[in-house]
């Protein structure tokens, strides 16, 4: 049977690389190849890969340089220039885990409903020893892209890309990754633009497990990283609404909400940086280079957030809705 389903896994850390693998052996649905891209890591990788060759149709490949540290997007460019003529594809991750049943039910689906161009996995987040701490919410089983992105920014379900299958074909057509620092928001950028004619179809009864390393981008913490994740944010709600004002369409966040995201997460950086390096990010948000008025809001709400004490924390969202009230 030809393969329609590629499994690409950009590869670096050998911790879990076994469970990944395990987890793909244990498929109902053997309908799928593996290709693995070693981000030329100084973990002795093949080890753990060549237990597998006769067990999953795996192509791998060791990478002369290493990407992802300096530019992830471009790591997961060369590992999906790999796979062949495969339909479909999903960037997996060296540490998560698909349930037995996840090619099996996306071929169910894909029977019913091939129209699609985004499939969705539900997912759940598991520890170092897959211990589950997070049942994550569930998406409807049809979600417009404007409406997946609403609901990420309002806390509603979550979004990481191993949890999402492309067409392939439409997703060279539509420029493949959006590029943000650290491939911080890439995922969601990049699933929006993909779903954007049709939508995404989320499969049933079969989850992917989202492993919470402490050595993920999303849940490393040091003070270089994340200045760098705050002006991904900016980076990212800028395109957000360059790429609806191209369309002529209203954004499904509006200026209140993408400023006070994004005034958040510059004021989650002032344990560790001087307030005045703070406040210098903020001309980097689009809107403000235009206005001075929101200009100083912003420097207002920023003041709030970063003086705010646990018993005043109602006081000051009070205060922030005041300054913002009038950004719809």
């Not at 509006?254 to 210098?280: A, D, F, G, V, W």
């Not at 403000?288 to 000051?316: A, D, G, M, P, V």
């Amino acid at each position: 049977m030809d393969q329609n389903l590629a499994i690409i896994i950009p590869a670096y850390k050998g911790a879990y690389l076994k469970r990944t693998l395990d987890s793909l052996v244990q498929q109902t649905n053997k309908n799928f190849s593996v290709y693995i891209g070693d981000d030329c890591s100084p973990e002795n990788l093949p080890d753990i890969i060549n237990q597998y060759i006769s067990l999953l149709n795996i192509t791998y490949k060791k990478f002369s340089d290493n990407r992802g540290k300096s530019d992830l997007i471009s790591q997961w460019e060369r590992c999906l220039d790999m796979i062949q003529n495969e339909e479909y594809f999903i960037l997996f991750s060296d540490d998560d885990i698909m349930e037995a049943n996840c090619v099996e039910m996306f071929y169910q689906a894909l029977a019913c409903n091939h129209i699609y161009d985004v499939y969705h996995y539900n997912i759940d987040i598991i520890d170092q020893h897959e211990n589950i701490t997070k049942h994550c919410n569930e998406y409807p089983q049809i979600l417009s892209a404007s409406e997946f992105i609403r609901l990420i920014y309002t806390y509603q379900i979550d979004a990481r890309m191993p949890e999402f299958i492309f067409r392939t074909s439409h997703f060279n057509e539509t420029g493949r990754f959006i590029k943000f620092d650290l491939a911080y928001r890439s995922d969601n950028a990049t699933v929006l633009v993909c779903a954007e004619e049709k939508g995404i179809f989320s499969i049933e009864k079969a989850k992917v497990l989202w492993r919470d390393s402490g050595v993920n981008i999303s849940s490393t913490y040091n003070i270089s990283t994340q200045k760098r994740k705050a002006i991904a944010t900016i980076d990212f709600f800028n395109w957000l609404e360059a790429y609806y004002t191209s369309k002529n369409q209203t954004s499904p966040l509006t200026l209140k909400e993408r400023l006070l995201l994004t005034i958040t997460e510059i004021s989650s950086l002032s344990p560790n940086y001087p307030h005045s390096e703070l406040y210098k990010l903020l001309p980097l948000i689009r809107q403000i280079t235009h206005s001075k008025t929101i200009l100083f809001k912003s420097k207002c709400c920023l003041f709030l957030l970063i003086h705010q004490k646990r018993k005043t924390r109602k006081l000051i969202k009070k205060l922030i809705n005041i300054f913002l009230k009038s950004y719809k």
